[in-house]
């Protein structure tokens, strides 16, 4: 095969597979944005940016954006803490004499915190859902069955201020797990020597945690960031099964919910689209935000 | 500064039936320098991590000075060590990463600062101090690793093969440097080593271990003059030490037909055979045929010497009329005139100058 024709099947195809399945719709979910499509019909009419102006005013929309944006700076940060705070006991949070190491029955904890992720996210979603019901909830029941009768038919997804931490709850349950093994490995990565040092120099759980652990997994840290800064702009599948209406007063609604609504149900495909180019941005912009934050602390001179 | 002392110090990793690490015994005192010295899984470091605290230890006492620290954790011991792979924390320059340890303790900046500039003085590392451990080469990692211990000023010095990774000429060089440093601090030292001629030409004592037992702690020359057992016989100096099994004769043993003179009192429990030691430089070429017959397989020619490898042919032994087996010879002579390859030449022992030792126990008999 000459030179050219293998440079055209190995990169040309690829492209042309990507081009038109990724990048064409990017485009054409942009071009969409622009009209007032309604999703059925075949003629349409250029609007301009009157979609996007009509979403600076929908306030609906709006509160989707900073329900969204708090999820994004709530799930990853606590999913995080959390995921690092495990791996960081299972794997050197152990007896401070001797080798280091993590606390015993290590493998079982990583084990047992892994299964959720082993669960579909809508399956969780509907366990949850059915262990915050007010009345038959298992959640209640415990809380009334240790003597706390206020709880006896609370409503835990249906008020504005328990819906959201509920719902963030749930999401970071469903991913600390996977979380803690990929920084359990990201922890065995650094060269145990490194943690025999810092022992010898004085240095105790917390100070190793913050001047050993915390600076060799940071590139770990930065992309569990970004894709759990994904998961919360999107959060489609955990906010439907929990509140499909999109909670007491739109408190959980996000943006893909919201997205979806105006799509199928009211039929807007073009302001639907217009959502959809707001929230790539939207990622994008948290992604930069990552990389910023990383930077400036110093990240790239690993 | 303190002394140190293992007593009957032993661990023993769960789910092995052997300890790594068996009753060890050493007293190191107030600013020795002691090297620990031995194959690979002899437990010299497992031995140096328990003084550490890095290593738990099952059975006996460490101490430190008049403190039992055998259950301290490492920070509460007040030793530093060099690591292997030297350890520096890759996100920090390389002031911050001596003066870590001071950090920790909460000495304030300025006295941090200082001390930090007076142990990069010493190790010339004063430009580099502004700079990451990786924009640095292998023998100025090896320097800052010093220099962190250094700073520190503590009771005991802990180095774990600290020049394993530098090449062989720096290696040289550095070697001379760590023990010089360490005369001029006074500061205790264990040092871990699997090269005996590092061991040998640092310490002021070397203790040799094998499977994790100690089975000498000596001054060197004394190591290398009077080894205990046949395993530090073979261990200590390079090239090796001739051993072989001979028969014991009138007067003496029979190496290969020629009759070494021992001490008669030193063979009267040793049985029919004794292990014979002799160094390569206590081997004489003779004049004439008296010696035993060696055909020379390789010449090593190291400028001042050459060393001889070569094979004493099978012989039946006057003795005991059994087969000696072709038996390999290393022997050192004169660089200028060596031998040639596949040349016969006929050694013997320079009187006076052979080790003996049990053959059964392999534990030295006589002085």
Redesign the interface.
């Known amino acids: 095969m000459s030179r050219r024709g293998f440079v055209l099947i190995t990169l040309g195809l690829p492209f042309v597979f990507y081009a038109v399945f990724v990048l064409w719709p990017f485009a054409q979910a942009f071009i969409y944005s622009l009209t007032n499509w309604s999703g059925f019909s075949d003629t349409f009419d250029f609007v301009g940016i009157s979609n996007y102006e009509a979403l600076l005013n929908d306030d609906t929309f709006l509160q989707a954006v900073r329900n969204n944006l708090l999820l994004a700076m709530v799930v990853p940060f606590v999913t995080i803490a959390l995921a690092l705070a495990l791996a960081t006991l299972v794997t050197v949070g152990g007896s401070s004499t001797g080798a280091v190491r993590g606390l015993g029955r290590s493998s079982f904890y990583r084990i047992v915190s892994f299964f959720p992720y082993t669960i579909p996210a809508i399956v969780i979603g509907l366990i949850w859902s059915q262990m915050f019901d007010p009345s038959s909830g298992l959640v209640n029941g415990l809380l009334t069955g240790i003597g706390l009768d206020q709880f006896t038919s609370f409503a835990w997804l249906g008020e504005v201020s328990t819906a959201m931490p509920v719902s963030m709850f749930v999401i970071i349950w469903g991913f600390v797990g996977f979380y803690m093994v990929l920084f359990i490995a990201a922890i065995k990565g650094i060269p145990s020597e490194l943690y025999d040092a810092a022992r010898v120099d004085g240095a105790g759980r917390f100070r190793m945690t913050m001047m050993v652990t915390l600076p060799m997994v940071r590139d770990t840290i930065q992309t569990a960031y970004i894709y759990l800064g994904i998961l919360a702009l999107d959060a489609f599948v955990y906010m439907a099964a929990l509140n499909a209406s999109g909670g007491p007063q739109n408190s959980t609604l996000t943006m893909t919910q919201d997205l979806f609504n105006t799509a199928f149900k009211k039929g807007q495909f073009g302001l639907a689209s217009a959502m959809g180019v707001v929230l790539a941005v939207l990622t994008l912009l948290f992604a930069a935000v990552v990389f910023l934050v990383n930077r400036l602390t110093k990240g790239k001179d690993r | 500064m303190a002394t140190v002392t293992f007593d009957n110090a032993t661990r023993q990793y769960p789910g092995n039936p052997k300890p790594s690490v068996d009753k060890l015994n050493i007293e190191i005192a107030d600013g020795e320098f002691l090297v620990l010295v031995g194959p690979s899984g002899c437990g010299k470091s497992t031995s140096l991590?328990m003084l550490?605290?890095?290593?738990?230890v099952n059975g006996g006492r460490i101490l430190i000075g008049d403190r039992d620290v055998t259950?301290?954790?490492?920070?509460d011991?007040d030793?530093?060590?060099v690591?292997?792979?030297y350890?520096?924390?890759?996100?920090m320059s390389v002031a911050d990463n001596m003066g870590?340890?001071l950090k920790?303790?909460g000495v304030d900046k300025a006295e941090i600062r200082k001390r930090v500039e007076e142990a990069a003085k010493i190790l010339d590392l004063t430009p580099y101090l502004d700079r990451?451990p990786k924009a640095l080469s292998g023998g100025q990692r090896q320097r800052v690793a010093m220099g962190?211990a250094i700073v520190?000023s503590p009771q005991v010095f802990?180095m774990d093969e600290p020049l394993s990774n530098l090449d062989a000429k720096l290696r040289v060089q550095t070697r001379t440097q760590i023990a010089s440093l360490q005369r001029r601090l006074g500061v205790t030292t264990v040092y871990v080593t699997h090269d005996q001629v590092e061991a040998m030409t640092m310490g002021d004592r070397v203790a040799v271990l094998k499977d994790g037992i100690l089975q000498q702690c000596d001054s060197p020359r004394r190591m290398y003059d009077h080894p205990a057992n046949v395993f530090v016989a073979g261990f200590i100096g390079s090239p090796a030490m001739n051993l072989m099994d001979v028969p014991v004769t009138d007067g003496g043993v029979d190496l290969h037909g020629h009759t070494v003179p021992v001490a008669r009192e030193d063979l009267t429990n040793a049985g029919k055979h004794v292990t014979l030691g002799v160094r390569p430089e206590d081997l004489e070429l003779s004049s004439d045929t008296s010696g035993i017959p060696v055909t020379v397989d390789v010449v090593e020619e190291l400028g001042a010497d050459a060393y001889i490898y070569g094979t004493a042919e099978q012989k039946l032994l006057e003795a005991t009329g059994e087969n000696a087996g072709d038996v390999p010879f290393i022997a050192r002579v004169d660089g200028r005139r060596p031998p040639e390859k596949g040349e016969k030449i006929y050694l013997k022992p320079k009187p006076g100058h052979v080790h003996v030792f049990n053959a059964e126990s392999g534990l030295r008999i006589g002085d």
């Open positions: 991590r550490a605290g890095l290593e738990e259950n301290l954790s490492p920070k011991r030793v530093a060590m690591f292997q792979n350890a520096l924390y890759p996100h870590f340890a920790i303790a990451k962190r520190r802990l």
